[in-house]
């Protein structure tokens, strides 16, 4: 990050001659990037997304890129909006759509978008049911994300490879071309699982060739989905007994093994099911509770959970 | 005769970065914006056909001048353009800023058509030479 380290190598006559030409002799980059609060977003960013280190270092190499290209473009050194289309795969859960709308954030304080919003989309969104309804409805999506963020959610649902008259084609080919002449009005985020995201980009070369950046998500680890379980019921002013935290490792670690986790998503739905269940203990038994009885959740609430008898599966299996 | 309708049309041309930011004025106000064109210059002429829907739930101006580009590329030769602002909200539910963003390469003026009537009284009227053709044929070599 350190701006003209070479400066020094210059010869006395280049650096008469470039004094002339060049206003600024140095930039300081980090007055750069507190001017720009993107700092903050990043802290944020870091502060509040538990684990995904590999994703919060790529973000930060793009925000520095983008920094630097600022301060190029400021000094005249390149014209040309970069592409800053992008490309999250990931399993589901995985903090895609919340780093979706952080992107967003940092995009505009950097000012490479001019309003900053995101507008979040699913192929339903963006195809038409019949012959001529595509492209209007797909035009209104990217005029509503104009100046913004496009994230198109399983963005491989658009192209169906087992039916040629499907009309996510012609969402595509709309989509190409306004990625590639409207630069600077918006920029794309598609997401997806990684395998079917790669399928999708084969079928698609189009679609490769115009995304800068490919981020993958990985999967949370045990330690990592109980801290955000823990950061959840924070949020919601509750707390674990000891007791209902070891249960809690135990259920993540159960529940990993079964079909269907979605990371945190597994671990929010799971929260509420145990607030559920904690409600429910209290109002069944006659005692009175106190306010500790209502913030805390228990071993109880957590091992009632069918998880830990064999999940989905073992349920069905007597049918 | 350059013809003169609604804002800024006594200045010079506005150019599509002034389009922008005014469009972009118009969305930090929360109107609606429209595109409409014509090819009637008749200054009561009010009711203009419009290019696609009013465009209620954008952010950014460039939007709006992807429509425009598109209309030019339709019309632009032989139609006037303009862009409208609607604001809907209670007490207001008009158009509150409407200007000319585009205009034919030539334009013929207006005839004026006196008619004689009872006694010595006059009546005066003004008729586009491009309202001569047929609607859909004017401004066209």
Known sequence: MEACEGSGNISHEDAAETAIAAPPEAIDLRRELSETHVAEVLDQLDRELVGLAPVKARIRQIAALLLVDRVRRRLGLSSETPTLHMSFTGNPGTGKTTVALRMAEILHKLGFVRKGHLVSVTRDDLVGQYIGHTAPKTKEILKKAMGGVLFIDEAYYLYRQENERDYGQEAIEILLQVMENQREDLVVILAGYAERMDRFFRSNPGFRSRIAHHIDFPDYSDGELMAIGETMLTAQNYHFSPEGAAAFQNYIKMRREQPHFANARSIRNAIDRMRLRHANRHFASDMPVSIEDLVTIDEADVLASRVFSGGLVSEREPE | ?141
């Open chain 2, 1 to 141: 005769m350059r013809i003169t309708q609604g804002c800024f049309s006594f200045l010079p041309d506005l150019t599509d970065d002034q389009i922008r930011s005014q469009v972009q004025y118009c969305i930090d106000k929360g109107w609606a914006v429209n595109i409409e064109f014509t090819d009637d210059p008749h200054p009561r002429n009010t009711f203009w056909d419009m290019w696609g829907l009013p465009m209620f739930d954008i952010k950014d101006a460039g939007a709006v001048m992807l429509e425009l580009n598109a209309c030019r590329k339709a019309y632009g030769e032989r139609c006037y353009i303009r862009v409208s602002g609607f604001d809907s909200s209670h007490g207001w539910e008009s158009v509150r800023i409407s200007f000319l963003v585009s205009r034919p390469k030539e334009e013929p003026g207006f005839r004026l058509l006196r008619q004689e009537g009872d006694g010595r009284t006059f009546r005066y009227a003004v008729q586009s030479y491009a309202a001569d053709r047929p609607e859909g044929q004017r401004y066209q070599a």
